[in-house]
């Protein structure tokens, strides 16, 4: 595994790197950096491919490189993201957590916490380029599709790549996708449990509330605090799904930094 550390203090970042390959003797990871600038961790994002990346969020004067870096690792190269920041917490965690990080951890770092992250972070990215580097019809995985139970002793796939939206009425789910008017209905644990346990959906989804997951690149416009998407529909109906944004804030920022759109401050 290829851990990024990006970090403006030297002697921070050598003393994490020093860490990770002390406690990882017996399963080393190459450390990437650390690296001291934006440009710096964009170079090595872009030219050695990170599995997890450790990111301070203000970088000398640039006091929001961390959380820049971060948005584009989410919207192009989705991994694992640990937070590492000297920040007031009102304001470097109210800032990280739009970014959905696998962990914030305040300065002075508590290295014990930083490890068993770096550990869950190696074990998840791991499991989910197994699932990415799976052949077709390899452990019931066609195509990227997900398997859902329509039925009793039925399974039915709906292909990633035509699913527009997932809408939640308690326990059953319905799938829409760009083939059919009709729904496809199914049984689940819940929206909730159900998207995550989908690996499939964590990068191009989004859990807009406890009714919708939505397909994001799919959104074709956001209006009137709705997000719109497309619909496959009769002659006559309305094209496309109106899907309302949650009044609270952090729901809203949340949403528009999965966009990539800087939300203006109301």
Known sequence: MKILIVE?????????ALSISEHFAEDPHEILGPAETYQAGLDIVLYQQPDVALLDIALGTDVDAGIRLAQYLNRSYPIPIVFLSGLPRSLGFNLAKY????????KPIEYQRLMDKIELATIFQSQRSKV??????????????IFVATSHNEATAIPINELILLEADDKLIRAYTTDSTAPIPFTSPGLKNFY????????????????????LPMVTQVKDNH???????????????????PKNGDARKLLYARLGFKLRPD
């Not at 959905?100 to 951890?105: A, H, K, N, Q, V």
């Not at 077709?136 to 066609?142: D, S, V």
């Open 8 to 16: 403006d203090n030297p002697s921070i970042g050598e003393e994490i």
């Open 99 to 106: 970014l959905m990080p696998f962990d914030f951890i305040p």
């Open 132 to 145: 990415e580097s799976m052949e077709p019809n390899q452990n019931g995985i066609q195509n990227k599709s």
């Open 196 to 215: 995550r346990d989908n690996l499939y959906l964590l990068k191009d989804f989004h859990r807009i509330n406890r009714k919708y997951v939505i397909n």
């Open 227 to 245: 997000v719109i998407l497309p619909k496959k529909v009769k002659a006559g109906e309305d094209p496309f799904f109106r899907i309302p944004i």
